[in-house]
T-cell receptor
């Protein structure tokens, strides 16, 4: 199993550009989520999904869209990039949405918006 | 407000010394608590969860509801323990595994 994969690893955008961060998992996990990590702060939840066709907002959803058309994929879309979205983005998945299950993280995407 | 606080950005110890990584939380209920670890060039991964009451790689963590703390301890640190450690809380209400992370503590174990 590849686990959770993320592409690209690095990306530089100009303000106003849009892009999609890809996330895929091959563990047939029900629950997937996106976090961002900024210097000196812990990871913060952007959006999450408890199954195909079901998504919801986390703590910092503004400026981001998600969709979950398949169990495997959970892309994160930046509609109009802003310098405040410069961050490291982590995708995670879990067997179940219930609280005690371990979350498996991807390697991260480092995004810089100039 | 739900919050996880890790007061130390860096904890530097010598090999064989005891280690305690502090974690305090703010939550009006009984949360699920976790420690995640990120070794150099590796992914963030689960180290232990309080509900399992387990010891992983010699680390233990006890939930103290009175002090709202979940400190991570190891009696004798090893060089391979050097990593970034994150304490995380998952609110039980709502039923979803939405982790709230602390800012992390970097543990450096010197030979």
């Amino acid at each position: 199993n590849a686990g959770v994969t993320q592409t690209p690893k690095f990306q530089v955008l100009k303000t106003g550009q849009s892009m999609t961060l890809q996330c895929a998992q091959d563990m047939n996990h029900e629950y997937m989520s996106w976090y961002r990590q900024d210097p000196g702060m812990g990871l913060r939840l952007i959006h999450y999904s408890v199954g195909a066709g079901i998504t919801d907002q986390g703590e910092v959803p503004n400026g981001y869209n998600v969709s979950r058309s398949t169990t495997e994929d959970f892309p994160l879309r930046l509609l109009s990039a802003a310098p405040s979205q410069t961050s490291v983005y982590f995708c995670a998945s879990s067997y179940s949405h219930t609280t005690s299950y371990e979350q498996y993280f991807g390697p991260g995407t480092r995004l810089t918006v100039t | 407000a739900q919050r996880v606080t890790q007061p130390e950005k860096l904890l530097s110890v010598f090999k064989g010394a005891p280690v305690e990584l502090k974690c305090n939380y703010s939550y009006s209920g009984s949360p699920e608590l976790f420690w995640y670890v990120q070794y150099s060039r590796q992914r963030l991964q689960l180290l232990l969860r309080h509900i399992s009451r387990e010891s992983i790689k010699g680390f233990t963590a006890d939930l103290n509801k009175g002090e709202t703390s979940f400190h991570l301890k190891k009696p004798f640190a090893q060089e391979e323990d050097s990593a970034m450690y994150y304490c995380a809380l998952s609110p039980i209400s709502g039923g979803y595994n939405k982790l709230i992370f602390g800012a992390g503590t970097r543990l450096a174990v010197h030979p």
